[in-house]
Each structure stands twice: as C-alpha cells, then as structure tokens.
C-alpha cells in the first residue's frame, strides 16, 4: 500500500483517508453520523451550548474512529479488527441515538 492510499492531502495538510476494506452500508451510516455529528458542532458553537458541543465531538470521534481515520492505523492492523473496530463504533454512535433522546441533526428552519 502506497502513501497515496492512505493519506490525502489538502492545502499542504495530511490527512488520513477512511480505511477501504469497511463495508459500504458501514461506512455510509458512520459517514452519516460524522456528517450530523459535525453539524451539531457547529449548531452549539453558534448557540452557545458548550454541553450540546462536547456530545457532538465525542460523536464526531467515533464515527472517525469508526472509519479509521482517528486512533490506531488502519493498514498496520488484520482486517477482521478494522470492521469490527467500524462495526462498534457504529453501534455505540446508534445506541447514544437510542438512548439520550438527543438528535444531532439541526433544527428545521
């Protein structure tokens, strides 16, 4: 695997690129939950919630975890580990949605 597959540079920056052996249907929910989580961000920095703010970044880290573009490097660990890593990400994230009552996603205008 080659540098180019794992980070992506944008304005002089590296980043790393969300691990591809992921299941799309995976990847596509902790896509959606690091989209709403980072929206939520945003929503409570305006609003001034600091608490709104903190739950939105911890959501934010896992879906980035999940995608393994936070915490250990992907292509150093098996395979099996890396979805199972997604997997419980993504469960954790689905279960805070179930049990808190607290919708990331920004009120309607």
């Known amino acids: 695997m080659t540098d180019d597959e794992r980070w992506l540079v944008v304005n002089g920056r590296r980043w790393r690129r969300t691990d591809p052996c992921l299941p799309e249907d995976v990847a596509a929910a902790l896509r959606s939950h690091l989209g709403r989580g980072r929206s939520a961000v945003g929503a409570g920095k305006r609003s001034g919630d600091d608490e709104r703010v903190a739950d939105a970044r911890r959501r934010v880290g896992l879906a980035k975890h999940g995608l393994g573009e936070r915490g250990p490097r992907w292509w150093e660990q098996p395979e099996p580990e890396r979805i199972e890593r997604a997997r419980a990400a993504l ?19």
């Open 91 to 109: 469960r954790e994230l689905e279960a805070l949605d179930a049990t808190d009552g607290h919708d990331d996603r920004p009120a309607a205008s």
